[in-house]
């Protein structure tokens, strides 16, 4: 039998799990750890900035690949509590991720020792697991386990707190004989996609839902090939988009209260029936449930048992993994179609394109300063179908979910539940670290960008290149839209007068100087007709450079995006123009119909 440290069988089990990538920052608690990643090799390592931003990383690297699972390593104490809102951020978007951490010695812990913390006890609502190894042997145990429940049932993140007692401890273990654990996922039976099938059959204009979980089990193409066999539109959620092409005659846009299409909310609100398949019918795609649920029947397949009947009670539940129900789904459907016992929905199908040529928002404007509506028309022409967008939290967000486009799962790669502002620059990181190859894309406003700015220089350190469009009003955007609901507008303005860069007028911060100084290149751009020139400027600094390339819009300052107030989506709120000619929304899925 091999003689290793506990440190050292962590790392080889890591291997044997499919981890070939880590983000992290080392400490004096964790450098037993960072030895045997040294020693071992095979698992290549990106030093971050902020060990919060070490877990957005390995968010963003998770989200890119079916299979993959980020890892975020850090030392005791503050080291934890920083990735307190990746592990948030995961576990509200059902995202796999591993944050090991180092701790103080066993005999200390609970003696004020330095940077000792019960990091376990403060992470357990927002992981499957959060444990401290007390003993040394355990060590192999607690990694298999850990990857067991984070690929098994809801994925989510798991914490490892490794003393450094533990860690430089030496135990048997023999990596070569090591098993990943067999992963557990509930299935639907037969007879329970018969009977979600007939309820579907019996309705006149029946719509899926379609959620993250469709992507998390990787089942877009199952998904597609079930709507196509029952004629079903599809809506996406903010998690699910892509998983079909926003061009597919099934796609029925989005809906919700704010990333959410005209179309699809009017569609949504014609419908009888609706399936949901991976899905946990967040609140600001329902918006009121009174509104949302009338004269419509559910169905709700979840691989959660108890996220079933928690937000509404359906008229039918299925607990399963999405593949698993959509590979019965498809049977069933193909049998159905052949014995002629499939209702033609033609009609109702091509009801839902009709809207999405006739209700849409203007996106062409030229005026100075930038409209943002623009800055999405410029991004749909310059990024083509490959893209992989990464986006979190705020106006920029909300306007980017309505007006641009997404052809691939995992192409829209959006924080849902948690939205912590600064997780755009990391998770862009870790999805280019996962995809060298891809055009990466990051849309951020400028109080997000600021929130973790620093991250820019990991990029150029490690030469991870992609591009990142910044939309600035000098404001909380949307903060200063919800305030308009109590007359305030307190406390959200960002703009004053930069002694360094008086060009600027009050938008403050000078973001080209400091993506500059972190080692990046930036593109400012005051008029719109210079936006498209500027993105394509960006992608090749990229592909020279090998560093992020910022493309900064100065926006005008107010711009009040499409969504609700009244948390109904019956009542979507459009303060801007809306498109009544073609040349309104030259990008749009369909040419306007008017």
């Known amino acids: 039998m091999a003689r290793m440290t506990a440190a050292r069988a962590a790392v080889e089990i890591l291997k044997r799990e499919g981890v070939s990538n880590a983000f992290g920052v080392p400490g004096a608690a964790i450098n037993p750890f960072y030895a045997a990643l040294k020693a071992s090799g095979g698992i290549d390592h990106t030093l971050a900035r902020h060990v919060e931003g070490a877990s957005h990383m390995a968010e963003g690297y998770t989200r890119t690949h079916a299979g993959n699972i980020g890892v975020c390593i850090g030392t005791s104490g503050p080291a934890g509590t920083d990735m307190i809102t990746g592990l948030y951020s995961a576990i509200g978007d059902s995202i796999p991720i591993l944050c090991i951490t180092g701790q103080a010695p066993t005999a200390v812990i609970h003696k004020e020792d330095f940077q000792a913390v019960d990091i376990a006890s403060i992470a357990k609502p927002v992981t499957k697991m959060a444990v401290t190894v007390l003993e040394a042997a355990q060590v192999p145990g607690v990694f298999q386990q850990a990857f067991h429940l984070m690929r098994s049932g809801r994925p989510g993140p798991v914490l490892i707190d490794l003393p450094i007692d533990v860690q430089l401890t030496e135990i048997e273990f023999d990596p070569e004989t090591y098993e990943p654990l067999q992963v557990y996922k509930p299935a639907a039976t037969r007879a329970q996609i018969e009977k979600a099938i007939g309820l579907l059959n019996a309705s006149e204009r029946p719509l899926i839902v379609a959620g993250g979980g469709v992507i998390n089990a990787d089942a877009a193409e199952l998904l597609v090939e079930f709507a196509e066999l029952t004629g079903t539109p599809v809506v996406p959620t903010l998690m699910g988009w892509g998983l079909l092409p926003d061009d597919h005659e099934l796609n029925a846009g989005m809906v919700g209260l704010q990333t959410s299409h005209r179309y699809g909310n009017a569609t949504f609100l014609e419908s009888d029936f609706v399936l949901g398949i991976g899905n946990r019918w967040a609140n600001r795609h329902t918006g009121k449930l009174d509104v949302y649920t009338a004269g419509r029947k559910f169905v709700h397949v979840d691989v959660e048992p108890t996220q079933i009947g928690k937000i509404f009670a359906p008229d039918y539940g299925i607990a399963s993994d999405a593949k698993a129900a959509l590979e019965l ?132 350190q490690h030469r991870i290149p992609y591009v990142h469009v910044l939309v600035n009003n000098s404001y909380l955007g949307l903060i200063r839209q919800a305030q308009r609901a109590f007359e305030i507008d307190f406390q959200v303005n960002l703009e004053f007068e930069n002694v360094n860069s008086p060009e600027l007028g009050i938008y403050g911060v000078d973001h080209v100087k400091v993506a500059e100084g972190l080692g ?67 990008t749009s899925i369909r040419t306007l119909k008017v």
């Open 329 to 460: 789904f498809v049977e069933v459907a193909k049998e159905l179609k052949a014995a002629g016992k499939l209702p033609d929905r033609s009609g109702w199908a091509a009801s839902a394109q009709e809207r999405k040529a006739t209700l849409q928002r203007r996106t062409h404007f030229d005026d100075i300063p930038i409209k943002p509506q623009r800055v999405y028309e410029e991004m749909n022409k310059a990024f083509g179908p490959e893209t992989r967008y990464v986006s979190t939290i705020g106006l920029s967000q909300i306007a980017g979910a309505q007006m641009l486009h997404v052809f691939k799962p995992r192409h829209w790669i959006n924080c849902g539940q948690a939205g912590p502002l600064g997780w755009t620059i990391p998770a862009a990181l870790g999805v280019a670290k996962a995809d060298p190859e891809a055009q990466v894309v990051a849309l951020s406003g400028d109080y997000d960008f600021q929130f973790m700015i620093e991250e820019l220089a990991v990029g150029a």
């Open 520 to 586: 990046c290149k930036a593109i400012r751009v005051t008029d719109p007709s210079e936006l498209g020139a500027a993105l394509e400027q960006a992608k090749k600094l990229a592909q020279e450079y090998r560093v992020p390339v910022v493309v900064e819009a100065i926006l005008e300052r107010v711009t009040n995006i499409s969504m609700s107030t009244t948390n109904d989506i019956s009542n979507v709120v459009e303060f801007e123009e809306i498109a009544t000619e073609p040349g309104h929304s030259p």
